[in-house]
């Protein structure tokens, strides 16, 4: 029976990166197929108008968040979940410190470590 090793990827704000003010990630586990980002975005954060290729499922940890979309603007918060289409344009806002978890498909490779 082969062997296969599984890493373990702890979740750590000292590895985090902040690609923008306000904005913290973490790349998680990922494969060429499929990605985990954790975000923490302080309360205020506004991110820029966006839209990749990608599929992307968002779950919300803490906090809340305002998020925009063509056909409309919601709030998230703990425990809520959503699927953005890839090539849909959208923005998310922190309305308090908040952290999510991303997963993306295929993995982005603009976030690769």
């Known amino acids: 029976m082969p062997s296969h090793e599984i890493p373990v990827t702890p979740s750590n704000n000292a590895a985090m990166t902040t690609p923008e003010p306000g904005l913290r990630r973490q790349v998680m586990s990922s494969s060429p197929a499929i990605m985990l980002v954790r975000h923490?975005?302080?309360?205020?954060?506004?991110?820029a108008r966006h839209s990749h290729p990608h599929e992307q499922m968002v779950y919300i940890l803490r906090g809340r968040i305002r998020f925009e979309h063509p056909?409309?603007?919601f709030l998230a918060g703990p425990g809520d979940s959503f699927l953005v289409p890839g090539n849909i344009e959208h923005q998310a806002s922190a309305l308090e410190d908040s952290e999510v978890l991303d997963i993306f498909t295929p993995a982005r490779e603009d976030y690769a470590i």
């Open 40 to 47: 923490t975005m302080t309360a205020g954060w506004v991110g």
């Open 71 to 73: 056909g409309g603007i």
